[in-house]
């Protein structure tokens, strides 16, 4: 069965710090691997997304992640945080089981900012 | 585009009672997901729907809880009778269809309270 994990739960930086959230999966074969924010009070929503190609993927609001596949990993990558960027940040992975593709969500990693 | 639609957003009860959760997808969105978010983890994933055939079930404890979703569109969750570890945030998504080139599009979520 497929895993995911988070390994930061709570993540606190400054303004204009860079920001590297882990994610690592447990998954053998072919997998699509998605990031998801929730900022306070509002719903999940899709950061970013890796199916094929460019292992280096660019998402919205200046965030990358970078499927490195001998690492089974997909961290998330921000240059410069704003406090705007405060929220919980999932890891997710999409992979076919048993004839149908099923997504696995992290743990999350809440992200803070401070002005 | 409307978004996904979920009510009610807050429920309280106590345990043995039951309660049901109602979630409208985008329309056009033949897939629809069931999520359970406890405090502190990632989403779970209940129930997968393609149209009004379930997918995928397997993390759904069929002894106390059901789900359907008549005629493909709208679906509804139950939980009968509740137990204290059903506290939790319940979350709909949906997507064009079930394939991981597909977005979720989650709904704000119910968050259940079991006294």
């Known amino acids: 069965a497929q895993s995911v994990s988070q390994h930061n739960h709570h993540v606190i930086l400054s303004e204009a710090a860079s920001l590297e959230l882990g994610c690592n999966y447990s998954?053998?074969?072919?997998?699509?691997l998605f990031w998801y924010v929730q900022y306070p009070g509002q719903h999940l929503q899709l950061l970013l997304k890796?199916?094929?190609?460019?292992?280096l993927v660019k998402g919205i609001k200046g965030f990358e992640a970078e499927f490195i596949k001998s690492k089974f990993s997909f961290n998330l990558r921000k240059p410069s945080v704003q406090w705007s960027d405060t929220a919980e940040y999932f890891c997710?992975?999409?992979?076919?089981?048993?004839?149908?593709?099923?997504?696995?969500f992290g743990t999350g990693t809440k992200l803070q900012v401070i002005p | 585009e409307a978004g996904v639609a979920q009510s009610p957003r807050y429920k309280i009860i106590e345990k043995r009672q039951s309660v049901a959760f109602w979630c409208n997808p985008i329309?056009?969105?033949?897939?629809l997901y069931w999520y359970q978010q406890i405090l502190g983890q990632g989403p779970k994933l209940l129930i997968q729907?393609?149209?009004?055939?379930?997918?995928?079930d397997s993390q759904l404890p069929k002894d106390r809880f059901s789900a359907e979703r008549l005629k493909g569109v709208d679906s509804t969750l139950k939980i009968q009778p509740a137990k204290l570890e059903d506290s939790a945030v319940y979350l709909c998504?949906?997507?064009?269809?079930?394939?991981?080139?597909?977005?979720?599009?989650f709904g704000p979520g119910t968050r259940l309270t079991v006294l």
């Open positions: 998504a949906s997507s064009l269809v079930a394939t991981p080139y597909n977005e979720q599009f």
């Open positions: 998954y053998g074969g072919t997998v699509n």
């Open positions: 729907f393609q149209n009004n055939g379930v997918v995928d």
């Open positions: 890796y199916f094929s190609g460019d292992p």
């Open positions: 997710a992975v999409n992979a076919n089981s048993g004839g149908y593709q099923k997504v696995t």
């Open positions: 329309s056009g969105h033949a897939t």
